[in-house]
C-alpha cells in the first residue's frame, strides 16, 4: 500500500497538476486523507513547487452545519474565503482536489436551504471560475476511500475490508499497480484518448442521435467550431495536465438551443449531498422542459433550477461501454469514477476550450456562439450496454459511431 500510495502522490502533482518550478499549489483535501497529502506536499516541493496550502473539510463537519446553523447565517460566504480565492488565482496557482466524499451524506438536509446555501457560495466564487473552467491554470481532481463510501459500493464487506477494495478499484481505474511506472501509463492512455479526439474533430459533426432500449432517444446539436477534447488538457500557457484521474472520456460542447428529445439517466447522481436516481429529463431547444426522478426528485430540481443555465447542457461525452472502469461492474456512488465508465451529459456551464477560440470570449460571446454559461456544471450519466450514437454532417452525411455501447468507427 505505502509503495502504491506513494505512486499516486507522484501522479498527482506530475501527471495531474503538472507543477511547474516556482508554481504555488493549493491542496484541497478531506481531513480523512492526511497521509496522503502530506505526500502530495512532498512530491510538490521535490517538484520546486513555491508553496503549498491545504484547506481541509470534513463531510460531518459540514452534515452538523447543516443541521445546526439557521439558512441565513450558512449562506453568507466569508470575504476572507472570497479574498483567499482571488489571491490564490492571481499568484496563478495550481489547484489539486482531493475527494472522499459520503454519499447520501445531506439526504435529510431540506432542500430549499442546500440549494440557498449552493447558490450563495456560487455566486461569490463565481468572478474566479473562470480561471479552471477557462484553463488558465491546471487543477486536477482525485479521489481516496472512506470506510462510509466504501460500504455503500461493496455491500457485503465492512469497514478495512470495504476500504482495501475501494482502493484497488481506485489503484486498478488510475493505472497504478506495485510494478510499473503510472506516469508513462498515463502518457500512453492520454495519446491514445487524443487519437479519439482528432479522429471525431475531422468529422465536424453538426449533431449527435443517441438511442438506446430503455428509453433515450435525444438528439444533441454541436456548436459550430466545436472540439473534442479529453484525456490531457493545456493551460492557455501551453502546461499539460490532466483535469480529472481517472478519465476516459472524449467530451466536447452542445449547441445550447438544440438539443431535443428525453435522456435516462443509467447511474445515480450525486448532487448536493443526496444520491438522485432513476431519473429521466426532456429537453425542447436546448432546454430541460420536465423531469422525474424516483429519489431525490426535489435534489434534481435544485440542479436544474440553480440559475438561468443549469436547465441546459454544458458537455456530451463519449465512453465505450467496453472500457476498463466500466468494466470493473462498479458503482462508485462518485461522478468523478462513474462518469468514466459511460457516455455523459453535463447540465450547466460549457468548457471554453471546446470551442475554437473560447478562451478568449466573454460569457456574452461564448453565449452569442452557441455555448451554455452557468454556476452549475454537473455530470450524470446515461451510456448503456446497447446504446447506438449516429453522428450527422454538415452535409447530412449519417456516421455510425456507436454500436452496442461501444465506438465502432
Not at 232 to 245: A, C, R
Request: a negative charge.
Amino acid at each position: 500500500m505505502d509503495n502504491r500510495l506513494k505512486k499516486y502522490a507522484e501522479l498527482a502533482i506530475k501527471q495531474g497538476v503538472n507543477i511547474q518550478v516556482g508554481q504555488p499549489l493549493v491542496i484541497n483535501a478531506p481531513v480523512e486523507c492526511v497521509e496522503f497529502v502530506r505526500l502530495c506536499v512532498a512530491e510538490a516541493y521535490k517538484a520546486k513547487a513555491s508553496k503549498v496550502d491545504v484547506v481541509w473539510s470534513d463531510d460531518l463537519i459540514t452534515k452538523l452545519h447543516y443541521e445546526n446553523v439557521e439558512t441565513d447565517i450558512l449562506k453568507k460566504v466569508p470575504a476572507y474565503k472570497i479574498e483567499q480565492r482571488k489571491e490564490e488565482v492571481e499568484s496563478k496557482c495550481a489547484f489539486l482536489s482531493i475527494r472522499s466524499s459520503i454519499p447520501g451524506n445531506l439526504k435529510h438536509i431540506d432542500p430549499s436551504k442546500l440549494q440557498a446555501v449552493s447558490l450563495e457560495a456560487s455566486k461569490a466564487m463565481e468572478p474566479y471560475r473562470y480561471y479552471t473552467m477557462a484553463n488558465v491554470g491546471q487543477w486536477s481532481i482525485v479521489a481516496l476511500p472512506n470506510v462510509a463510501w466504501a460500504e455503500t459500493i461493496f455491500k457485503d464487506l465492512k469497514g478495512e475490508d470495504a476500504v482495501n477494495a475501494l482502493w484497488d478499484a481506485i489503484f486498478k481505474s488510475v493505472r497504478i499497480s506495485e510494478d510499473n511506472d503510472p506516469v508513462h501509463e498515463w502518457d500512453n492512455h492520454n495519446e491514445s484518448l487524443h487519437q479519439h479526439n482528432d479522429l471525431l474533430n475531422k468529422y465536424n459533426f453538426k449533431s449527435l442521435h443517441f438511442k438506446n432500449g430503455i428509453g433515450t432517444d435525444l438528439v444533441v446539436g454541436l456548436v459550430e467550431n466545436h472540439i473534442w477534447a479529453g484525456g490531457y488538457d493545456t493551460t492557455q500557457g501551453g502546461i499539460m495536465f490532466n483535469p480529472n484521474m481517472p478519465t476516459e472520456e472524449t467530451f466536447t460542447t452542445p449547441l445550447r438551443t438544440s438539443v431535443n428529445g428525453i435522456v435516462y439517466g443509467t447511474k445515480p447522481l450525486n448532487y448536493q449531498g443526496k444520491l438522485i436516481e432513476n431519473f429521466w429529463i426532456k429537453f425542447k431547444d436546448g432546454k430541460a422542459v420536465e423531469f422525474h426522478a424516483e429519489k431525490q426528485e426535489d435534489a434534481l430540481a435544485n440542479l436544474i433550477n440553480l440559475d438561468e443555465g443549469s436547465c441546459y447542457l454544458g458537455e456530451v461525452a463519449l465512453i465505450s461501454h467496453n472500457s476498463p472502469i466500466s468494466n470493473m461492474n462498479i458503482l462508485f456512488y462518485d461522478t468523478l469514477f462513474d462518469e468514466n465508465a459511460s457516455c455523459h451529459l453535463a447540465l450547466g456551464a460549457a468548457y471554453p476550450n471546446n470551442i475554437k477560440d473560447g478562451e478568449k470570449m466573454s460569457k456574452e460571446e461564448l453565449i452569442q456562439h452557441g455555448c451554455n454559461v452557468s454556476m452549475a456544471h454537473s455530470d450524470f450519466m446515461f451510456g448503456s450496454a446497447d446504446m447506438d450514437i449516429v453522428g450527422i454532417t454538415y452535409d447530412n452525411q449519417e456516421i455510425q459511431l456507436f454500436k452496442h455501447g461501444d465506438f465502432c468507427i
